[in-house]
């Protein structure tokens, strides 16, 4: 059974910086595509950034790219999410994803295993 949890959220202010960690377990996590979602209130759950299974190749939302970065230490089992400049707008609950299948990994749907997710408030 594929766990994923995360961590590292909290309160921030506007310009600020937080570092979310998710750790798996029960899976070959080298493995796994994964991914960094987010939702807020009365929104649809969307795409934050992707990984693949090597490290090498990412993907960002427009709305992240050049403030995030996505990030793996397969010997740790563990996928982060480097979130700096951070607004008021990236105020969400934040959800780690992960997958075995060869996906895009930019939907939702793309994913198997999902977190419990960590919140993120961004004050102004």
């Known amino acids: 059974q594929v766990q994923l949890v995360e961590s590292g959220g909290g309160l921030v202010q506007a310009g600020g910086s937080l570092r979310l960690s998710c750790a798996a377990s029960?899976?070959?996590?080298?493995?796994?595509?994964t991914g960094w979602f987010r939702q807020a209130p009365g929104k649809e759950r969307e795409f934050v950034a992707v990984?693949?299974?090597?490290?090498?190749?990412?993907y960002y939302a427009d709305s992240v790219e050049g403030r995030f970065t996505i990030s793996r230490d397969n010997a740790k089992n563990t996928v982060f999410l480097q979130m700096n400049s951070l607004q008021p707008e990236d105020t969400a609950v934040y959800y780690c994803?992960?997958?075995?299948?060869?996906?895009?990994?930019?939907?939702?749907?793309?994913?198997?295993?999902w977190g419990q997710g960590t919140q993120v408030t961004v004050s102004s």
């Open positions: 029960g899976g070959t996590f080298r493995a796994f595509v």
């Open positions: 994803a992960a997958t075995y299948r060869m996906s895009d990994g930019s939907y939702p749907d793309d994913y198997d295993y």
């Open positions: 990984i693949k299974r090597s490290g090498d190749s990412t």
